[in-house]
Each structure stands twice: as structure tokens, then as C-alpha cells.
């Protein structure tokens, strides 16, 4: 049973994509916009693919409930949950999705390589990702009384996958088990096998802690209430608009130094209310970009609630 469903990051594509026709980017703000997008991009359409099978798997399910692209806060630890699935018997499964564009190689000390073509990069674990994800998940469930009927303690499981269409080169499994990472349409497979592969001791303790749909569909709906979407607008300092620089002046007929202005008479006044939190500069009322305007809007005291093109915010320098 689906209980949330994936945000809606369009407006961070939106935003990537209008900063790159800006021509005020240096090259160190250039670099860092061109892998922000294709990370973008690249996580949205995977975290689609994932949900897609998932969703088909788990609709109608009367023992579990899913919640896709869970973001949670806890004591100042943020978990990012691309998918999480709460079963009745006291399991959580949280699955992390990886679009590499490549292929994936994990050695027999749990290292992983993306590699695509010639060229390999190592990456952070995904699996220990999730499990850092798991300690903020546990403290929350604590807290909000979702606890199982035996110990106390739920089970939970990690899953990464990747895109079906991934090649995944493994360690011998003693030296480093590599079970938990599938491709995306190999979770039901993945799930059945692990159910086949429980002993005694663990159906006792699935058959003890059994709780009702309604039960763990009460905790989806409280983990959703948690929920705390990101900042889809947010930018690292360094890709904040910077002071216009005029350049040095040309032999040229003298010009008179514009005068120091002020938020108040920087614009007419009868923009105040029609120009407000528009993407208008006050000034010239020449067209500007989001960023700009978000700028201005981001520093109220400085342009007065209004805003301003890049070469007018050189004007409360």
C-alpha cells in the first residue's frame, strides 16, 4: 500500500537549468552547475524507476506500506530515504537507489568503483549510507512509539539498487556479501529469497510481532507527517550572485558618478506594490532571473522587499 509518493523536484531542475544561460558564471560555479544537474537528473529518473517497480509490486499489498523519497530530521541528523517499506511482522526495509550512468565494481573489502568506460571513480558505500540513514530512522520510530510486541527492537534490512540495465562485478561472497545490492526489478525475487532463507527462531519472532494493516499503515502516515522536504532553491555560498564589477574605464568622455542610492529611491515608488517579488528589475524594469530576484528577496533590508538586475544590486553596495 503506497503511502507517499515521490516530491516534486522541478523546480530545482528549473532552477539549474536557468542559472546555466547566466554569463556571470565563473568557471569553478560552471563546473559545480554542470554535475549538480546531471546528479539531478540522474537521482530523479532513478528514484522513477525504482517507485515504478516498487509500486507494481506493492499495490493492493495487504502486509506492507511504502513511502518513496522520506526525508527526516532528527537532533540535527537529516536521513534522505529513497524508498521505505514497513512490513507487519516487524521488518523495515529501507532501500537506497544508485542511477550510475556506469557499471559497478565492489571489491573484497567492501570498496566501491563506478566505471564508465576507461575511467573509474571510487565512491562512498551505499551501504553504509543507509545504515547512518537506519540510526536517525530507529531514534524517530523510537520516539513516535512504533516499537515491535517482543524486544522492542524492529529488524531492519538494506537494499541498494541499481538500473536494471547495470553491470555489477562482485567479491566472492565470503570475503564481502553483496546481497543487498540488486538491480530495480530483482526486489520481489530479493524479498522471496530472503523469506525462504528465514530459520525458526526468526518466523517465531515474525509471527510474535505481527501487527495489523491498519497498525503500520497509522506508522506510515506518522512518518509522512515527519516528513521535511529540502530547500529545492537552496545554493552553496560560492553560487551566490556576486557584486557587479565594472571594468576598468576606457579613454572615453567623461561620466558623472551615479549617486549612492537607497532601497526607498533606488525605484519609483509606485513600484513598490506592483513590482514586489516580481522577476522585474526595480530600476530599469528590465526582465531578470530567478536567482537575481531571489538574491534581493533573500536580503530585504539591503533592497527594501524589492529587486534588482545584477548591475543595479551594485547600487546598495
Known sequence: MLIKSADDKSKRLTLLEDLQKSSLLDIKQKKWLREELMRCRKGIQGEKESAY?????????????????????????????DHLVLARGGAVYL???KNYAGNLEVNPYGEFTAIYDEDRFGIPSPLEQSKRHERVLARLMETLGMVGR?????????????HPKAIITRPDPKAFDTSFLIKADQFPAWRDKYVESMGVGSVLKVVLNMRSL???KEWGEKLKRQHRPADLLHLPDFMQPKPHVAQAAQPSK?????PVATPAAAAPVEADASLAKKLICAH???????????????NTKRFGGLQYCREHQGLFA
Open 53 to 81: 517497480y516498487l509500486d507494481s509490486y506493492f499495490k493492493g499489498a495487504e502486509n506492507h506500506v511504502l513511502l518513496h523519497d522520506l526525508r527526516l530530521v532528527v537532533d540535527g541528523e537529516v536521513a534522505q530515504i
Open 95 to 97: 532501500l537506497e537507489t
Open 150 to 162: 517482543t524486544d522492542k527492537k524492529l529488524r531492519f534490512h538494506h537494499v541498494v539498487m541499481l
Open 214 to 216: 491498519d497498525t503500520i
Open 254 to 258: 567623461p561620466v558623472a558618478p551615479a
Open 284 to 298: 530599469c524594469h528590465g526582465k531578470i532571473s530567478f536567482p537575481e530576484g531571489k538574491f534581493c528577496w533573500n
